[in-house]
């Protein structure tokens, strides 16, 4: 197997007495798409977070291409080419459409003359179907539009690895099918991907590969498929009583 | 970005300014030099108060210490003009040492800390008496030439770097360090995230919104020709500057000159027709600046302009 694009050894993150990430070890191959999954409060953003350096990690370490990024601050994690995009929407709200990719396109990116990064913006806006809303204020889109406008960013910061967390949250079942068509798409342009989820749907229409986290640990790992058979992965969405019953309703 | 129409009023005004000594009194003139300074000053603010959205109260720390620097540097027979650089690089300097502490703080707390550099910068300079005379001032080699000669000459000194510090406002507002500032005032967690060297644009920030205080403050020193620690860290100055430029629209680059031109005309006003009510006047812009006008004088009508001249040409945001 050739060398990992980013790998994490034996990661662990701390809040006070609280470990949100524990000891997570994995590798993400170039071109990959995997997907990251795990109930609520499982520690995925905040893996995402040490990831792109908005959080150090307590102790572990975190490579990329071989080097050692533990210590790296968001910008250069951004300007690596790490990028992710926000469980929250985080747009610079009165900047038009435009020039919130711009500044993806400018500092991520490092295209360094406005009229460039805007022009690079404009095709990135093409992509995600966010042109015709193009001039308005970022504030004044919808919840939708915003999760694209997110996306549209991070594809302008050029992304060796992009980190999709719950893009499809609160977005109806139409919504959906359009953004699964927009991962398939950066997927095809050779992006690898690592991919926060709940529904399943998505993650086993697009994933190759599942990784599940479980107060803070990686629990299980494998094919998307054989994942969501799992019963540990069962009984950490459902508890365990739960997954009992549910073994028993499904005749397991 | 500017308007061509407001570019052609702004260098209409600039040549009333400086061709008051043709046809006004002195003190008209004495109001001109207020103004370009004043203008000087808010323009320099407005790199880190509006562009970043930083709300910084140092201003009078930066004017203090330049007064000081050229005026020390004066006595010491550095010739005047070299007095003035010499300030203007130490000032900033010294912000950009200052910027790196003061800069991890954020809203309230960053308004704080500027103030309380105010304070240290004051307390050191009264303070240091076998270097700065302490309380009792210093006296600053004067123009030994006819008045009117004298006034005319710091009005175009004043109008020069109130102009330097309009092309610097230019230039950030094109340029990817304005695009950077502007994105840390929107979503300061965001930039960093896109890929901003966060902590070194606020430093370069509020590094260039010093400068030119700095220049200001040294010549100042040699139009009045005394300094002391009261004159040149007026607390009042410090409140002033960013009230202009909200005045006139902080984050665009001529509204700035636009409030300090209107500030400084209604403070003559009121100053010769109501002494004692000055302040309270002050007070009184200030909250109505707030509640009213919070976008500044030139977000009006700009706005109005831009729809009556242009009809509906995609209108970037004058911020
Ligand atoms: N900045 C923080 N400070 C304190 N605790 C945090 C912080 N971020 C996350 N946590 C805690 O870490 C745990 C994992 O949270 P998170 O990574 O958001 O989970 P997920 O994204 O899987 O839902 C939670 O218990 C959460 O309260
Ligand atoms: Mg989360």
Redesign the pocket.
């Known amino acids: 197997m050739s060398a990992p694009l980013l790998e994490l050894e034996a990661v662990t ?1 701390s ?2 007495g ?1 470990r ?2 524990d000891g997570v070890s994995m590798r993400l191959n170039e071109g990959e798409v995997v997907g990251l999954i ?12 040490v990831i792109t350096g908005v ?1 150090t990690a307590t102790s572990g370490r975190v490579r990329f291409r071989g080097e050692d990024v533990t210590a790296q601050r968001p910008f250069q994690a951004a300007r690596r080419g790490l990028c992710r995009t926000f ?1 929250i929407v985080q747009p610079f709200p009165e900047m038009t459409v435009l020039d919130n990719v711009a500044a993806g396109a400018m500092f991520g990116g490092r295209i360094d003359a406005i009229g460039a990064a805007r022009e690079a913006a404009r095709e990135h806006l093409e992509f995600v179907g966010l042109a015709p809303l193009s001039d308005k204020p970022a504030s004044a889109l919808t919840l939708a539009a915003r999760k694209r406008l997110e996306l549209a960013k991070s594809l302008a910061m050029k992304p060796k690895v992009l980190m999709l ?2 893009v499809n949250a609160g977005l109806n079942s139409a919504e959906i099918d359009g953004a699964l068509e927009l991962i398939r798409k950066i997927a095809a342009r050779g992006v690898t991907i690592l991919l ?1 989820e709940h529904l399943m749907k998505v993650v086993l229409s697009v994933t190759e590969r599942v990784l599940v ?1 479980h107060h ?1 640990a990686l629990i299980a790992e494998g094919e998307p498929h054989a994942m969501v058979r799992d019963e540990k992965v069962i009984e950490a969405y459902l508890g365990e009583k739960y997954a009992k019953r549910y073994r028993e309703a499904a005749g397991v | 970005m500017m308007s061509r129409l407001g570019l052609a009023l702004f260098a209409g005004w600039v040549v009333i300014l400086a061709t008051t000594p043709l046809f006004a009194e002195n003190y008209i003139v004495r109001t001109a030099i207020m103004i370009a300074m004043y203008s000087a000053l808010a323009l320099s603010w407005n790199i880190i108060g509006g562009f970043t959205g930083y709300p910084s109260f140092a201003t009078v720390a930066f004017f203090g210490v330049g007064c000081y620097v050229g005026g020390i540097a004066q006595r010491a027979g550095v010739p005047m003009a070299l007095a003035w650089a010499i300030a203007t690089v130490a000032v900033g300097a010294m912000a950009a040492a200052l910027g790196a502490i003061i800069l991890r703080l954020k809203g309230h707390y960053f308004a704080i800390g500027s103030i309380a550099i105010v304070e240290v910068c004051r307390l050191v300079i009264s303070s240091w008496r076998s270097v700065t005379g302490g309380g009792d001032g210093l006296n600053v080699p004067l123009l030994r030439w006819h008045p009117d000669a004298v006034a005319q000459f710091f009005l175009l000194v004043m109008i020069g770097i109130m102009l330097a510090a309009f092309v610097m406002n230019a230039l950030v507002d094109r340029h990817r360090l304005g695009f950077g500032l502007k994105c840390i005032r929107q979503n300061e967690d965001a930039a960093d995230m896109v890929g901003v060297d966060t902590t070194r644009y606020k430093i370069v920030g509020f590094t260039l919104s010093a400068l030119l205080c700095g220049t200001v403050g040294a010549a100042y020193a040699s139009w009045v020709g005394y300094i002391d620690p009261t004159d040149s860290f007026q607390i009042l100055m410090t409140v002033k500057v960013p009230v202009m430029a909200l005045m006139g629209g902080a984050g665009t680059v001529l509204g700035p000159a636009l409030g300090a031109a209107a500030f400084v005309i209604l403070e003559e006003i009121f100053w010769a027709n109501f002494l004692e009510w000055n302040r309270a006047i002050l007070g009184a812009i200030i909250v109505a600046l707030i509640f009213f006008l919070p976008g500044g004088l030139l977000n009006i009508s700009w706005r109005r302009a831009a729809r009556r001249l242009r009809g509906r040409e995609s209108a970037e945001a004058p911020a």
Do not use: M, Y
Not at chain 1, 38 to 49: D, E, H, I, M, S
């Open positions: 993150r809040f006070g609280i949100a990430v795990g109930p609520n409060g499982a520690g995925k953003t905040t893996l995402v977070n959080h469980q967390d719950e926060i986290l803070g």
